[in-house]
C-alpha cells in the first residue's frame, strides 16, 4: 500500500540553524500539507500546497518557514533559523484530490513524522 | 483556538466491550470530521470520516456518528481489542474553497485491557 515518507526521522541543530525536512508524498496526490505536534499539544496545521504553490497558511507559518516541491516526488519544509520553540514533532501528508468537504472527501495520509530538536 | 475539542483525555475499556470517543466543535462551517489513530513515534492514520450530509458512517468495527445540532460527534468501537490501544485525534475540516486543512482535538488515550 502506498505511504507517505519522511527524512530524517530525528533531526537535531542548533538554534539559528537551517533545517530541511523532507517528505514524498504518495505518487498520485495533488495536495501537500505540513502539520505540528509540539510535544504534549495538538497537531497544528502549518500550511497547504496545490498547484506548485501554497494555498493556505497558519500563522505559525511565518517568513521563517518555506515549503517546495523541487521535482515530482519530494515535498520540503525549511525552517531558515531555527529556534528552541521549534522544537516539535513535523508530519507531512498528502491527499488524492477533488472536491473536499460535504461534497467529496477529505481523507489526509501522514507520514511518520520528523522529531526536530533545537539546542 | 479550541474550535475542535476531545474533553476526555483518557478511556480505559475491557476487550470485547464498547469504546465511545467523543469530539465536540464550535466551527459551524465543519462540514467534514475524520478520527486518526496514533501510536508513539508514529504519524496518526486514517480510521475512518464523516461528511456532514451523513449522520452515521460504519467500516467493520468502526462507526462514526455525527450530531450537527449538538456539534458533536462519536466514534464507537466494537468489539474493543488490546490492539486498539492507541491516541485517538478527531479532525475537522470546511470545505468550498478550502485545500483541507484540518483542525484537531487534543486527542483521547484508549487503553484496552485484556
Known amino acids: 500500500e502506498p505511504e507517505v515518507t519522511q527524512t530524517p526521522s530525528h533531526q537535531v541543530t542548533q538554534m539559528g540553524q537551517e533545517v530541511i525536512l523532507r517528505c514524498v508524498p504518495i505518487s498520485n496526490h495533488l495536495y501537500f500539507y505540513w502539520y505540528r505536534q509540539i510535544l504534549g499539544q495538538k497537531v497544528e496545521f502549518l500550511v497547504s500546497?496545490?498547484?506548485?504553490?501554497?494555498?493556505?497558511k497558519s500563522e505559525i507559518f511565518d517568513d521563517q518557514f518555506s515549503v517546495e516541491r523541487p521535482d515530482g516526488s519530494n515535498f520540503t519544509l525549511k525552517i531558515r533559523s531555527t529556534k528552541l520553540e521549534d522544537s516539535a514533532m513535523y508530519f507531512c501528508?498528502?491527499?488524492?484530490?477533488?472536491?473536499?468537504?460535504?461534497?467529496?472527501?477529505?481523507?489526509?495520509?501522514f507520514g511518520p513524522g520528523t522529531r526536530l530538536t533545537v539546542l | 483556538d479550541q474550535q475542535v475539542k476531545q474533553n476526555s483525555p483518557s478511556l480505559s475499556v475491557q476487550e470485547g466491550r464498547i469504546s465511545i470517543l467523543n469530539c465536540d466543535y464550535t466551527n459551524s462551517m465543519f462540514d467534514y470530521f475524520l478520527w486518526y489513530k496514533k501510536y508513539p513515534a508514529e504519524g496518526p492514520t486514517f480510521l475512518i470520516s464523516i461528511s456532514s450530509i451523513k449522520d452515521k458512517n460504519e467500516d467493520g468495527r468502526f462507526t462514526v456518528f455525527l450530531n450537527k445540532s449538538a456539534k458533536h460527534l462519536s466514534l464507537h468501537i466494537v468489539p474493543s481489542q488490546p490492539g486498539d490501544s492507541a491516541v485517538y485525534f478527531c479532525?475537522?475540516?470546511?470545505?468550498?474553497?478550502?485545500?483541507?486543512?484540518?483542525?484537531f482535538g487534543q486527542g483521547t488515550i484508549l487503553t484496552v485491557h485484556p
Open positions: 500546497f496545490y498547484n506548485n504553490e501554497i494555498s493556505e
Open positions: 479532525a475537522a475540516s470546511a470545505g468550498g474553497t478550502s485545500y483541507g486543512k484540518l483542525t
Open positions: 501528508a498528502s491527499k488524492r484530490g477533488g472536491a473536499s468537504g460535504s461534497t467529496g472527501t477529505n481523507e489526509q495520509f
